[in-house]
């Protein structure tokens, strides 16, 4: 369905998820989203085409003040759609932080910077240090903001060495039971089959809980006389290590199996990253500056509804094909 409203142009790609065509300072919203992700031009000095044979793209030629001028425009716009819990996540390349960081630390009283290694080398920059960042500030009004913790896979060179004992249960890594020597802990002593153990600086559980995993096999008794006791923490329940501020298990689409549909888009992964930890299932999501759709895309795979936009008719086609197939597979 295709509806023409104040020359915004509004298509729906799916029950929740919609395409607006026009200017994002335009757009006119009565509600509030729970998560933004602006991926803006960057302000690059050059425009961008799919390849080049293909005009296909946008313009990111900017003076520094009309640049500062049009991000304070559409950060000021984007505050004030956010929900008082919501995030907004700013993406940016490492050069060209220093005008969005400013005009995002103006606006917002949380801003954290997630740092993504997009790529792993550039051997093609031979002159300079090759650039293997983009930056995603993390921007919200409150501290208490929603917030899911998500974990990324671990690498697999820390996971054999961590996970270097084994019993009948399989590979385990050692959790500390013992309080670290700078604080007190619990103070009790344990008796394993006659051997006594009772750490200076006491236990991090309680002697209840402690006897429970010495009950379920779950303690690692070491062999050494002097050494401490660990909890066995087996590989198979581990979820992975919870996400931090650098993300380098994420590849560029360029280094990745997806297919590049537009110039500067981004990977799915990426999204749907973004959008677990800031949003719960069938909240709502805004990209005001969309280019291929991969927002929209991560909502539909994630259950979060999604409105997008873009001032680019070109991105009409390249969406719709991607829905198109999305629903029909
Ligand atoms: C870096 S690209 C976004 C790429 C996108 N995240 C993806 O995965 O394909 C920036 C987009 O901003 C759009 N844009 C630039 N100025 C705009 C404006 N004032 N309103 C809406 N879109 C705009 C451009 O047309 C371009 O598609």
């Known amino acids: 369905m295709e509806k023409k409203e104040e020359s915004l142009c509004k298509y729906d790609l799916s029950n929740n998820i919609q395409l607006i065509i026009g200017d994002a300072l335009d757009s006119n919203f009565k509600t509030k989203f729970n998560m933004i992700y602006l991926d803006p031009p960057f302000n690059s000095k050059r425009n961008y085409t799919l390849n080049y044979k293909n005009n296909l793209g946008f313009k990111d030629k900017w003076t520094d003040i009309d640049y500062e001028n049009f991000i304070s425009k559409i950060v000021d716009k984007m505050y004030s759609i956010l929900t008082d819990d919501g995030t907004l996540f700013f993406h940016i390349s490492s050069s060209g932080m220093f005008i969005p960081e400013k005009v995002l630390r103006k606006k917002f009283k949380f801003v954290e910077p997630i740092f993504w290694k997009k790529c792993r080398s550039k051997n093609n920059v031979k002159k300079k240090l090759g650039s293997t960042i983009d930056i995603i500030f993390k921007c919200n009004k409150k501290a208490k903001s929603k917030f899911n913790l998500t974990y990324q896979k671990k690498d697999s060179v820390y996971l054999q060495k961590s996970f270097n004992n084994k019993d009948d249960f399989g590979n385990y890594a050692l959790g500390h039971l013992v309080t670290e020597k700078t604080k007190k802990g619990y103070m009790y002593t344990v008796n394993i089959n006659g051997r006594i153990f009772n750490p200076k600086s006491g236990w991090r559980i309680k002697k209840t809980q402690l006897d429970l995993l010495i009950e379920e096999n779950r303690v690692h008794i070491p062999k050494k006389k002097e050494a401490k006791l660990y909890k066995k923490i087996y590989l198979s329940e581990n979820p992975g290590k919870r996400c931090t501020d650098l993300w ?59 409105i997008m936009n873009d001032i680019n008719n070109d991105v009409i086609s390249i969406i719709k094909s991607r829905f198109n197939n999305k629903i029909k597979s």
Do not use: F, W
């Open 248 to 306: 380098d298990d994420i590849h560029s689409i360029s280094q990745g199996k997806e297919l590049r549909k537009y110039p500067t888009s981004k990977p799915i992964k990426l999204l749907e990253r973004l959008i677990t930890i800031s949003t719960d299932e069938h909240d709502l999501v805004y990209d005001p500056m969309c280019g291929s759709g991969t927002t929209g895309e991560a909502c539909y795979n994630l259950n979060r509804k999604c």
